[in-house]
């Protein structure tokens, strides 16, 4: 018999910390509905007390998600609903600002920190190691009289000395909390000193056997995954992880790692999992496409290296048996090798059996009906079938298009789609602008220019205008783009990878944008009260990150997929809701 693993998925509050990344609302709760697809224990929503933007999505995904049972059934499964988590530093406003977030959830928990180095004591909070332990029962006390879930993480725990950190643990489990988590906040620790420090703590601490252990581990040496493990197999039980291993600096433990170590060494750990890791791929893309943050080719278990053998002497191997060099069967992770021939003549029942393969089982008959049309306009364009890659791009398309209503559906496709109830699972209102034409001129030594016609669904009027670049034919769309809506924006990135192989593959191109700055405005980070850096709020702080918002769009035409991408991101900007802006990076930013 082994003991349950308990995955909190911290991809939505430590995951999005990594630069630069900044996700809405919606395409929060996007992620969390994956991510209790998956079979994730615990999801750590985020830091309501940031902002106002920040409370409402957190609150969002514990009334939308926190009831989800889809995909949480069944044998091997967890058979709960997500626990929806929200995390707070130790002050009485954090704590409850961030209960008021979660209580809708049917099951929710309050993850609060103080740091016991120290160097944290004397230099960051300026209090004795005295004070620091009567904050901690105060404070936990006072989420425990709210919440009957309460963890507590000691901030810098591996730099604190040993004697006094079982003291201010004792100290929190007499309070009332329920889960320890020791964080190795700056990735310092080997897998033999953290295995240590969990031994250690478990045998020192007054009270040690009524909670859950946890460990949360940062990969600043490359060792997060192996820190994480080390904690497990020295009595840790709850493994705090982010999808990818996104996160500040070098990231966090990544969650598809730790499964599959598990999954594959069922008599090293003392533990088992119920995640659905036949999901990991395509939820790694979801999130990949979401974020922005591009998942490296040899990244372990998702990477689009990960299962491919190039080496003849691997060939000859796999060929005659795949256990000689794959230890991980690609279908467990939702990497499909079935040879089923996609073309033109492919009709709707295998294309939905070969999306249910690829992970999107939870795509709306709308969703659905908008990728089927993709698929056949992009089969009759390739000559060479299309691939898993190219499938996965056409839904990443279509969930961030928005434009779900399948237009060029048959009437029997509309009545199914009429029939979708999951309007919440597509990310963005419907879209405002639509490209009706475009023309581009380009070449060598002379001025791109592009000529752009979009429809305005609001008014139901199509503009034209052309615009000239100096930088190329994408600029020169993007302008006249802009010169049609009349919205200036700052392009913050751009991307293009290719879904598959040979000249016909599609492009996938990726944006993220924002309005642009103007000068009163302070720049991007937006201007912020003296107050709100403080480190006891003793109200929301304003929202003050200016809004980034994505698009994503996939065709054999980059400069069409580039136009498409655009829009999307446009779209998303038009339809933004003011009160779902979200703090500032830096104000956001917690290290645990």
Request: with cysteine.
């Amino acid at each position: 018999m082994t003991n349950k693993l308990i995955i909190f998925d911290t991809t939505l509050r430590d995951g999005e910390q990594s630069p630069g990344v900044t996700l809405s609302a919606d395409e929060k709760v996007t992620i969390a509905r994956q991510l209790a697809r998956l079979g994730v224990d615990v999801i750590e929503a985020g830091f309501p007390v940031a902002s106002p933007g920040d409370f409402k999505a957190v609150q969002r995904i514990a009334r939308e998600v926190g009831p989800q049972m889809e995909g949480r059934e069944g044998e091997g499964r967890v058979n709960a609903p997500v626990i929806v988590c929200a995390l707070a530093r130790s002050t009485r406003n954090d704590i409850q600002t961030a209960f008021d977030a979660i209580r809708d959830a049917p099951r929710h928990r309050i993850h609060l920190f103080l740091a016991t180095s120290d160097i944290h004591l004397e230099h960051k909070l300026k209090i004795s190691r005295d004070e620091c332990a009567a904050r901690i029962a105060e404070m936990v006390a006072f989420a425990k009289s709210l919440c009957a879930d309460v963890e507590f993480s000691p901030e810098d725990a591996g730099r604190s000395d040993r004697e006094f950190l079982t003291r201010a643990l004792a100290v929190a489990i007499s309070a009332g909390a329920t889960t320890l988590n020791i964080p190795d906040t700056v990735g310092y620790n080997t897998p033999q000193q953290y295995g240590d420090l969990i031994r250690y703590l478990r045998a020192n601490t007054e009270g040690a056997d009524s909670v859950v252990w946890s460990v949360h581990c940062h990969d600043d040496l490359g060792l997060a995954t192996a820190n994480s493990l080390a904690g497990v197999s020295n009595g840790a039980r709850q493994v705090e992880v982010a999808v990818n291993g996104i996160g500040e600096r070098a990231g966090n433990t990544s969650l598809e790692e730790v499964v599959m170590n598990v999954h594959t060494h069922p008599h090293v750990y003392p533990v088992h999992h119920t995640i659905n890791t036949k999901l990991l791929f395509s939820t790694s893309r979801m999130v990949e496409d979401l974020s922005g943050m591009v998942v490296q080719p040899n990244k372990a278990i998702v990477g689009r290296n990960a299962f491919l053998h190039e080496s003849g002497i691997h060939q000859d191997g796999v060929l005659k048996n795949k256990q000689t060099y794959e230890i991980i069967r690609p279908e467990d992770v939702g990497v499909t090798t079935n040879n089923i021939a996609l073309g033109k003549h492919s009709g709707r029942h295998a294309i939905r059996t070969k999306l249910d393969d690829l992970g999107y089982a939870s795509l709306t008959d709308a969703q659905f009906q908008a990728a089927f049309v993709k698929f056949k306009a992009l089969a009759d364009s390739k000559k060479s079938g299309v691939t898993d890659g190219d499938l996965h791009a056409l839904v990443a398309d279509v969930r961030s298009s928005g434009n779900d209503s399948a237009a060029d559906a048959t009437p029997e496709a509309e009545a199914d789609a009429t029939a979708a109830a999951d309007a919440a699972a597509a990310p963005v209102a419907s879209p405002r602008y639509e490209l009706r034409h475009m023309q581009v001129l380009t070449g060598v030594g002379i001025t791109p220019t592009a000529t752009v016609s979009l429809l305005d669904s609001r008014t139901g009027a199509v503009r034209t205008d052309v615009a000239l670049a100096q930088n190329g034919p994408i600029e020169a769309v993007y302008s006249a783009i802009q010169r049609i809506t009349g919205i200036d924006t700052d392009l913050l990135s751009f991307s293009v990878s290719a879904t598959s192989e040979g000249q016909d593959t599609l492009g996938k191109v990726s944006v993220r944008i924002a309005r642009a700055a103007r000068p009163e405005d302070g720049g991007q980070e937006g201007s912020r009260a003296a107050a709100s850096e403080k480190e006891e709020k003793e109200a929301l702080a304003p929202s003050g990150a200016q809004p980034k918002f994505a698009g994503l769009s996939t065709n054999v035409d980059i400069i069409t997929a580039s136009a498409n991408a655009y829009l999307a991101a446009l779209n998303r900007l038009v339809n933004h809701d003011a009160a779902d802006t979200r703090a500032a990076h830096k104000d956001r930013n917690v290290d645990i």
